[in-house]
């Protein structure tokens, strides 16, 4: 199974701040790694697909950048509807993986 | 708008099975994978299962022996059993799309329903 790692597991941010949030496959997934956006109690929200794709819908202020193994999620500008938890999953082979989740806290 | 929407039992037995169908609409169930993803209490994101409209399935190997999914085209509606239902089976279960190839991202979701596990 492809083990997906998240840096930093938290982090504390202020409105207006630029946050990067990283992930790393433990073997190349070319660019098959998406980006979700979950509240509490609530499902997960799609944002990046294909590694730098943003979905139909979601702010510029995010983007998506990296292939192989390493990949960013950055959000220029946080905003107050930001603060949430951040999952990267690799869709490169079965059984899909997700991260353990980066929550981006006010700080 | 595509929608998805679990039903199923939310209090389960240990021992017993566990079983949730989700219900498709404003999408074809043609043509696009349809998958199951839990998030117990407090942790991260796991994906179960995934069947394709065509009745082709595959499943997470650490659940494989207990986890069947079947898709009924007819009803747009597709499902999960899981048996021998323990405490670490509680979770938040959904079910989602992934539009077309397995290798696409998971873009649509259903809102959730909570299972517990217990006696």
């Known amino acids: 199974d492809i083990q997906m790692t998240h840096s930093p597991s938290s982090l504390s941010a202020s409105v207006g701040d630029g946050v990067t949030i990283t992930c790393r496959a433990s073997q190349s997934i070319s660019t098959n790694l998406n980006w979700y956006q979950q509240k509490p109690g609530k499902a997960p929200k799609l944002l990046i697909y294909?590694?730098?794709t943003l979905q139909s819908g979601v702010p510029p202020r995010f983007s998506g950048s990296g292939s192989g193994t390493d990949f960013a999620l950055t959000i220029s500008g946080l905003q107050p509807e930001d603060f949430a938890t951040y999952y990267c999953q690799q869709s490169y082979s079965s059984p899909l993986t997700f991260g353990g989740g980066t929550k981006v806290e006010v700080k | 708008q595509v929608q998805l929407q679990e039903s199923g039992p939310t209090l389960v037995k240990p021992s017993e099975t566990l079983s949730l169908t989700c219900t498709v609409s404003g999408d074809s169930i043609n043509y696009s994978h349809w998958t199951w993803i839990r998030q117990p209490p407090g942790k991260g994101l796991e994906w179960l299962a995934t069947?394709?409209?065509?009745?082709?399935?595959t499943h997470n190997t650490s659940l494989s022996s207990r986890v069947t999914t079947s898709i009924d085209p007819s009803k747009s509606q597709f499902s999960l059993q899981l048996s021998s239902a323990t405490a670490a089976d509680t979770a938040l279960y959904f079910c989602?799309?992934?539009?077309?190839?397995?290798?696409?991202?998971?873009?649509?979701w259903g809102q959730g329903t909570q299972v517990t596990v217990s006696s």
């Open positions: 989602a799309r992934v539009r077309g190839d397995f290798s696409n991202p998971i873009d649509f």
């Open positions: 294909a590694a730098s």
């Open positions: 069947v394709y409209y065509s009745g082709t399935t």
